[in-house]
């Protein structure tokens, strides 16, 4: 797979966006945060299907760290009500430490995985956890499309 | 186009209620946008554009400190509520305090202090933070869901719900015209701040917002904070006027300390409702329920059916750690974030932006949620004029529809008339929905004057066939179009969802 991108920035500004699939909330653990497995047959040409389930099993297992009921988050949630809450100012909640590790994997994932191959993960937390959204750029491969023509269709978009 | 535009007599002022996207819905600027947010949200309006999220937030709510104070819109009954503790908690620091501290304990006076600031502090949490609201699809996702739900039926009605299971038990996942997304399990739209929130509980309006998963544990600390106060105060201060009548005599005690009758009145009032509630949340905790759910009698054993409470971990105690010792979860509504400037559109017909925010970026797009208004609006007043139709667009026959307690205008079965997307999407929005509607009680249909054909609900109930007659004002835009036929199953919904449109029209 040749690095067509250079880095996400790039990609963001030249490509032009074909089209964003959807993955959604997978409901039947419950309120979980948890994300469908299934492939979506759109990326079916764009990325092979263990790498993505990969990734959407990782992003599963950290919610359910984020989510789960035990020790640390009683002890959390005790030593709040007892300062009546006060103690969040300072602090971050256990919720938030891993949001920031699953915004810094994604991150990661897009450099190293999606980017190469002319897709964007956007984190589920900025699409209000319903869905995650895998933006399709358009695949220049071998057509070398100008940057020009990218650039107008941009511009006339904006 | 340009035909709806003029049919329209009065400018899109009224219509930024229904509109998904405020900012981009009306190019006069409008003074009901103001409507639930401060400052208005449209650009141009006062020469300042929206800088944060909140500014340009859909739902009905108020917003105080720049974004960091989150509020329904009415909060008349919150400023009650704070009114009555500190008066009376002020008095009984003031008048009863003093002696009891002298003549009984200085700890009196100190452990009530503690507890009023825990009352206040929970008061504050509750009131003032996100209860867990969903924000809105994005364009792009709700035209994908859209794809997707047209595309798994061909000759019924699309279906929107959905189902999922759940520990074993069917749960049904409801389509939310509004939001635009499938509500996730236990999530309910409030109909007052009209927003979706995660595990909706209930609106409260004595804390001035709405309980749900991310404020459920202060809330229920207020009230069981409160109960414990209104309990403390009550019975040092019968204490005080005992001792003090013991020694100078009852009528010489009330002239002495005249607040101590108000507050035993305020106290032996509240405490039944206040401990009342304090028991009955305690109940709900214990079985993992919602108020919501329990009203609804979801989780109640009904006759033949093996229900029962998936969400429940089964012991009470972990039930209730889970609920009030549970992670906290983060407001995904980000409501001080900056706007974004603009980001990748998909490209064919994109409209507005994707990447969460709010901000106008296209007159496309412009131009496209102004019609959309437009013809949602035209819809509606359709929806008014016109019983429960068929999806024929010509003439269309009135069908009876199930007698409800709404009356009323019925839901419209027109055709779509998408030129983009999501045009589409935002007429459906006024159609059909099953949506938990507490706005039955505020109907006012006859407010809406700029429709000569529209009755109010008392006059027409839903399905007599005096109503029928479509307006031929509107024949003329009927498009053919793509299909949208309903199920009947679901007309209820789509009779309180056309209501529910005009509900949002006449509040403007």
């Known amino acids: 797979v040749s690095s067509k991108f250079h880095n996400l920035q790039e990609m963001q500004h030249t490509a032009s966006l074909v089209t964003k699939v959807f993955i959604q909330r997978d409901y039947s653990e419950g309120t979980v945060c948890r994300f469908q497995t299934k492939f979506p047959t759109e990326l079916d040409n764009r990325i092979e299907r263990a790498l993505l389930e990969q990734t959407v099993k990782t992003l599963n297992s950290y919610y359910v760290e984020a989510e789960k009921v035990g020790g640390q988050s009683y002890l959390e949630g005790c030593l709040a009500c007892a300062t009546a809450y006060i103690v969040f100012l300072c602090m971050e909640t256990r919720y938030e430490k891993v949001l920031k590790k699953i915004s810094g994997y994604i991150q990661e994932q897009n450099e190293k995985i999606y980017a190469p191959r002319g897709l964007l993960l956007t984190d589920p937390i900025e699409r209000g956890m319903r869905v995650l959204e895998i933006s399709v750029f358009e695949d220049r491969g071998s057509s070398g499309s100008s940057p020009s023509s990218s650039m107008s269709s941009c511009s006339t978009a904006r | ?508």
């Open chain 2, 1 to 508: 186009m340009s035909q709806i535009q003029h049919a329209v007599p009065d400018g899109p002022m009224r219509y930024t209620q229904i509109c998904t996207r405020r900012t981009s819905c009306s190019s006069p600027p409008t003074s009901s946008s103001a409507a639930g947010t401060e400052p208005p949200s449209c650009p141009g309006h006062r020469g300042r554009t929206p800088r944060r999220k909140w500014q340009v937030f859909p739902g009905r709510n108020r917003f105080y400190c720049d974004g960091r104070v989150m509020m329904a819109r009415q909060t008349g009954v919150f400023y009650l509520t704070l009114v009555l503790i500190l008066l009376t908690s002020g008095l009984f620091f003031a008048f009863d305090c003093p002696y009891l501290a002298s003549n009984l304990s200085p700890a009196i006076p100190a452990v009530g202090a503690v507890l009023f600031v825990f009352v206040m502090g929970m008061l504050f949490r509750a009131s003032f933070s996100d209860p867990g609201v969903l924000p809105r699809a994005t364009p792009d996702e709700a035209a994908d869901l859209e794809r997707q739900i047209d595309s798994t039926s061909c000759s019924k009605p699309p279906p929107r719900t959905r189902e999922v299971l759940i520990n074993g038990q069917t749960v049904k996942l409801k389509y939310c015209f509004t939001c635009k997304i499938f509500r996730p399990p236990r999530a309910s739209h409030c109909s007052l701040c009209d927003n979706c929130v995660e595990r909706f509980d209930h609106h409260c309006p004595w804390v001035g917002n709405c309980v749900g998963r991310r404020n459920y544990r202060f809330f229920y600390l207020f009230i069981l904070s409160l109960s414990f106060l209104t309990i403390f105060i009550f019975s040092f201060v019968i204490t005080h006027v005992v001792l003090r009548s013991n020694r100078t005599g009852f009528l010489t005690t009330l002239k002495d300390s005249p607040a101590s009758i108000l507050e035993v009145v305020v106290c032996f009032f509240s405490v039944w409702s206040i401990v009342g509630l304090s028991g009955f949340h305690t109940y709900l905790i214990s079985s993992n329920q919602t108020t919501n759910e329990d009203i609804k009698g979801t989780w109640s054993r009904k006759e033949g059916k093996d229900n029962y409470n998936p969400y429940s971990y089964g012991n009470v105690l972990t039930n209730c750690c889970a609920a009030l010792c549970g992670p906290l979860p983060p407001s995904l509504i980000d409501r001080r974030g900056p706007i974004q400037a603009d980001t990748p559109q998909t490209a064919p017909q994109s409209n507005g932006t994707g990447g969460g925010s709010y901000a106008p970026t296209q007159l496309h797009s412009h131009m496209c949620d102004q019609d959309q208004c437009i013809q949602s609006t035209k819809f509606v007043l359709q929806a008014a004029a016109t019983p429960l139709l068929h999806s024929d667009p010509v003439i269309l026959p009135p069908l009876p529809a199930k007698p409800t307690s709404l009356g009323g205008p019925c839901a419209y079965l027109g055709p779509a008339q998408p030129t983009l997307p999501s045009c589409a999407g935002d007429v459906l929005t006024l159609r059909d929905v099953a949506v938990d509607s507490h706005c039955h009680h505020r109907l006012h249909l006859h407010h809406l004057h700029h429709h000569q054909h529209f009755v109010s609900p008392e006059e027409t109930p839903c399905g007599t066939p005096q109503g029928a007659l479509p307006c031929p004002a509107h024949m003329h835009l009927q498009h053919p179009a793509p299909q949208v036929r309903y199920d009947p199953v679901t007309q209820d919904s789509l009779h309180e969802d056309s209501v529910r449109g005009l509900v949002k029209l006449s509040s403007v």
